[in-house]
């Protein structure tokens, strides 16, 4: 493998890890009292890329210095399609990228001395807890508050449009649970179905008043329009990669034989990494939804479920795939395992975003951010220290 090939991969990889750490870094230093709660309640983008995305990074350099030589060197019009499809993903990239940025704005997305000018509705209500709208950052507070002490927010959150195919009249009876009160984190305090959703609107108009004159519009924000492409350019290279080095398997056996075992390692630690996107998007979706409600009409809402399907699906196929060459009572532990991981993942989904959410969502705390931070050291150990293990594999 030429020197060339991981120079080229080294320098891309480098491009997408500055990227990740340039948004986080941007947010410490734009909003150096309040970057820690908004960092959870936006973890899918400030804690998972920072970390789990550049463990993946580097879990993938070897697998994707392999793919790329082969496709180089021993593919058919290879260099031609690396070329090609590489320009594809990056525009595919840029113009998803502009489509997804559509929507209401992040409390990340306004200066925070703008922030803190917001008072609620009425000005200075949040004292006397009469608010008909708290202040956005008071909002955001509760969020973190609640999902410290229970699994998830799924309880809290309102369908506001359960008849948003009906014009007037209304054509479908009014759901038991919008005439019941809950607690509302738009207004602090319980309310009903209708009132809790016109203080989210409420909500979301007035960041969207924040957010409208270019001079309210935070640093942070203006960062995060410049990664998002590099952001979605990662997720689907590295797709595309894992997809690629099954689909070309027996390429694999036959020009990189020697290299299968530091090849498999990458790709199942990798695969691991990338489990934790789907589940912190989730634990942010539902954080959004209990603010500022109607986010099932948003494009990244709508496209978050197909996307978490997509990468669960493409983990058990690589689990599937690289186990093959161990000891076939540990091939049929990993896939068994991983069959079983999966069916419960399916069923018991919404619980699972719920312990996400707590663990290392908008109700993450020191301990389960450290926990977390264990897993990823252990993950990162088992890319650097490395000890054959050639007595357990089949040749």
């Given amino acids: 493998m030429s020197p060339g090939i991981r120079a080229t991969v080294f320098i891309i990889f480098a491009i997408l890890g500055t990227a990740f750490i340039s948004v986080l870094g941007a947010l410490t230093y734009e909003y150096p009292a309040d970057w820690p709660s908004i960092a959870t309640v936006y973890s899918q983008l400030f804690l998972f890329f920072p970390t789990f995305g550049i463990l993946a990074l580097c879990a993938f350099f070897f697998p994707a210095c392999v793919f790329l030589d082969m496709y180089w060197n021993h593919i058919t ?11 594809a993903l990056a525009v595919g990239s840029f113009f998803l990228a ?36 708290l202040p956005v ?9 609640v999902s410290q002490t229970r699994a998830g927010l799924g309880p809290f959150d309102r369908d506001c449009y359960w008849d948003k195919d009906a014009g007037e009249p209304q054509y479908l009876p009014t759901p038991d649970s919008f005439k019941e009160e809950r607690f509302c984190f738009a207004t602090g305090r319980m309310a009903k179905g209708a009132a809790c959703c016109q203080a989210q609107e409420n909500l979301r108009n007035h ?46 056996d036959e020009f990189y034989g020697k290299y299968l075992n530091r090849l498999e390692r990458g790709v199942l630690v990798g695969a691991f990494a990338m489990l934790f996107w789907p589940l912190s998007n989730h634990a942010y979706i539902q954080s959004s939804a209990v603010m500022f409600g109607g986010s099932s009409r948003s494009l990244f809402v709508m496209l978050a479920p197909g996307f978490s399907l997509l990468f669960g699906l493409w983990a058990l196929m690589l689990l599937f795939f690289f186990l093959r060459r161990y000891k076939q009572d540990v091939e049929m532990v990993g896939k068994i395992g991983g069959v079983i991981v999966s069916g419960i993942a399916f069923l018991r989904y919404e619980e699972l975003v719920g312990y996400f959410e707590r663990l290392a969502g908008s109700g993450a705390d020191s301990l389960s951010l450290g926990f977390l931070g264990a897993i990823l050291l252990t993950a990162f150990l088992q890319l650097i220290i490395w000890r054959s293990y050639d007595r357990e594999l089949r040749y």
């Fill in 77 to 87: 019009a290879g260099r031609m399609r690396v070329v090609v499809g590489g320009v």
């Fill in 137 to 145: 950052l008071e909002a955001m507070s509760l969020v973190r508050q």
């Fill in 207 to 252: 960041m969207q008043a924040m957010y409208a004159p270019l001079e309210n519009r935070a640093l942070t924000g203006k960062v995060h329009e410049w990664v998002l492409p590099f952001i979605i350019f990662f997720l689907l290279v590295l797709f595309v990669i894992g997809l690629m080095l099954v689909i070309r398997r027996g390429s694999l």
């Fill in 98 to 133: 502009q489509m997804l940025l559509q929507g209401v704005p992040a409390v990340w997305q306004v200066k925070p001395e703008i922030l803190k000018t917001d008072q609620g509705e009425p000005p200075g209500c949040a004292e006397n807890q009469s608010c008909a709208r």
